[in-house]
């Protein structure tokens, strides 16, 4: 269902330009890549570095000039930019401000903005892949020839170079979408399927299963002692506190790896993310939820 808070109908902004919106700066970034030996190994790396991070720093302020003028075009539809995990959500919001069809947010996984929006907008971003999968009209906005691009994710749909030309195909999707939805295609394009194997008959989880069947063993099967398990998950975290706490001592260049792609659980997020999916899968068993660890939830029956 739509989200509570989206009673207009929108376009999804799915962000992968990165460059200096990620959280960690160029100097972390390069500092890094020096202590991990990356220069001297390939001395032209520091170079494409700066190449990379000039041409992205540009898409940014044209995706960021093309977002305002496509929402001030039309004010029935509202623009959603969905951050990438590694982007500062709060500098985006910072670029978008006062817009007020406009909205950034990071809340659930990015499957109901896609299941939700008229049509997605993009550069590089591998969310094009499942909003063509979705029958989702996809729109690259490609305001420059880039040096560095993602091809597949480029290539689907339809890709516009001009303000101009990009807020006509959003306007045409946008009236397309208040009719009685059609499929776009009835195959999806050949590029995607040399990528991607979809088999109609059969989820891709129950074949999963069928590969663990085959590898199942008297081993594997023993239940597991889950005691071993917490405290090996504590030892871990003991290991990983000491281990920052040695190198901040020690070792001069040292920073700590942010892992901003997959952050601690947040306990009452996830436990309304399972209620949610035991009412759709309508699953009458009383379930029960332990977390282990920041990352690891144990589900399981009472």
């Avoid at 982007?87 to 896609?114: H, M, Q």
């Avoid at 405290?231 to 901003?260: A, D, H, Q, T, W």
Wanted: proline share 3%; charged share 30%; glycine share 4%.
């Amino acid at each position: 269902k739509n989200h509570k808070d989206l009673k207009k109908p929108f376009l999804l902004v799915s962000s992968n330009l990165v460059g200096f919106l990620t959280m960690k700066s160029l100097s972390k970034k390069i500092t890094g890549l020096r202590v991990g030996g990356y220069f001297d190994r390939d001395p032209k790396k520091f170079d494409r570095i700066l190449d990379y991070e000039a041409e992205a720093a540009k898409k940014i302020a044209l995706f960021v000039q093309a977002i305002k003028y496509v929402a001030n075009k039309n004010k029935n539809y509202n623009v959603i930019l969905r951050p990438h995990p590694e982007e500062d959500i709060d500098l985006w919001k910072t670029f978008l401000n006062g817009i007020k069809n406009v909205k950034v947010v990071r809340d659930d996984a990015i499957s109901l903005w896609v299941k939700n929006c008229f049509a997605i907008m993009h550069n590089g971003c591998t969310t094009a892949i499942e909003a063509t999968i979705g029958q989702k009209p996809v729109i690259t906005y490609s305001p420059f020839k880039a040096k560095f691009n993602r091809k597949l994710a480029d290539d689907l749909g339809s890709t516009e170079k001009t303000l101009k030309k990009l807020s006509s195909r959003v306007e045409k999707n946008f009236k397309s979408s208040r009719k009685k939805h059609k499929k776009i295609f009835k195959t999806l394009p050949a590029i995607l399927l040399k990528k991607i194997y979809i088999d109609e008959k059969e989820h891709a989880a129950l074949k999963m299963i069928k590969i663990w069947e085959t590898l199942n063993n008297e081993k594997i099967s023993r239940p597991n002692n889950w005691l071993i398990f917490i405290y090996s998950l504590r030892i871990m975290k003991l290991n990983g506190f000491i281990g920052k706490y040695v190198k901040k001592i020690f070792v001069k260049s040292f920073f700590p790896k942010e892992n901003n792609k997959f952050p601690n659980f947040n306990e009452k997020e996830i436990i309304k993310k399972i209620t949610r999916l035991q009412k759709i899968l309508r699953i009458e068993d009383k379930l029960s939820c332990k977390f282990l660890s920041d990352k690891t939830l144990l589900i399981k029956q009472k």
